[in-house]
């Protein structure tokens, strides 16, 4: 028989695991932002829908030291294909986050 | 239709000079051939190849290209060295001529351009940061400044004088204590 509330417990208990590890991810992406933007407040304001270059007006050449900077990091690779489509916040998450696990 | 690309980079800004110098860097935004064609040469090759892609990739954008700049999707061909560099851009099946200024190792701008028989017809001007854009660009344009506004449709600059589009295909950079823009008349 299937203990229903040890297994609703164990799924609650991933989500939030699940829940903190994107919450710490996005910040240790912020950080990276901050340290490479020229506007500090935008960065402050930004959401995760933010474009990386034109709401957060980060110049393209420190684009690159971003990506370095996450390659770095996370020990992954961002192929040129996958630069070419990373426009958000959120896609820049996104990509981390299937290449980590 | 034609249209115009440009870009400046600050060879004095320490952001550029700690990357521009390291391999990891130029091994992510250079192709095999440029780095290739780097080994042994003078230091600002990488720049001049930096803002060719990156003046060939705001003209795709102008195309309708609705992707991030990747630079190493982009290929440089330097041609010729004369006062202003030549070179030939390539991205999947596009491809511009660029050329490219040195300025006594303060900068260096690239005006690229899908359409090489209009290369005379573009106006360009470098100016320091403290100064106005849209002094500058009314002036190259002789327009009177007052109501002329840079405005940006879908991350790309358009310039409206009275609120009213003008027919002018104009091309915005600023890197560290440097703004370039270039503008082209359009028919």
Not at chain 2, 51 to 79: A, D, H, M
Not at chain 2, 164 to 170: A, G, R
Request: hydrophobic share 35%.
């Amino acid at each position: 028989m299937y203990d229903f509330k040890k297994i609703s417990l164990k799924l609650l208990s991933l989500q939030l695991l699940n829940k903190n590890k994107m919450d710490n991810l996005k910040q240790e992406i912020f950080e990276i932002l901050t340290k490479y933007s020229f506007n500090k407040e935008l960065i402050k304001s930004a959401t995760e829908e933010s474009n990386i270059t034109k709401d957060l007006k980060i110049n393209s050449a420190r684009i690159v030291d971003i990506v370095l900077d996450v390659e770095e990091k996370y020990d992954i690779e961002i192929n040129d294909e996958e630069l070419e489509n990373i426009q958000t916040i959120k896609d820049m998450l996104n990509i981390i986050n299937s290449k980590s696990k | 239709m034609t249209y115009i690309g440009n870009d400046i980079i600050d060879l004095n800004c320490p952001e550029n000079r700690k990357s521009f110098h390291n391999s990891r860097y130029l091994n992510k935004f250079l192709t095999a051939s440029e780095i290739n064609y780097c080994k042994g040469k003078n230091y600002l090759y990488p720049y001049i190849f930096w803002t060719c892609k990156e003046s060939c990739y705001k003209i795709l954008l102008k195309k309708g290209l609705n992707k991030s700049f990747s630079p190493r999707k982009f290929q440089v061909n330097l041609l010729s060295f004369d006062q202003t560099i030549t070179s030939i851009v390539k991205y999947e099946n596009f491809s511009c001529a660029a050329y490219s200024t040195i300025s006594n190792s303060h900068f260096i701008h690239t005006i690229a351009t899908n359409n090489k028989s209009i290369k005379s017809l573009i106006q360009f001007s470098i100016f320091n940061i403290n100064e106005s854009p849209i002094d500058q660009i009314a002036e190259i344009i002789n327009i009177s400044p007052n109501f002329l506004t840079i405005n940006k449709k879908n991350g790309i600059p358009i310039l409206k004088y009275k609120n009213m589009l003008i027919p002018y295909d104009i091309s915005i950079s600023h890197d560290g204590d440097f703004y370039s823009f270039a503008v082209l008349k359009q028919e």
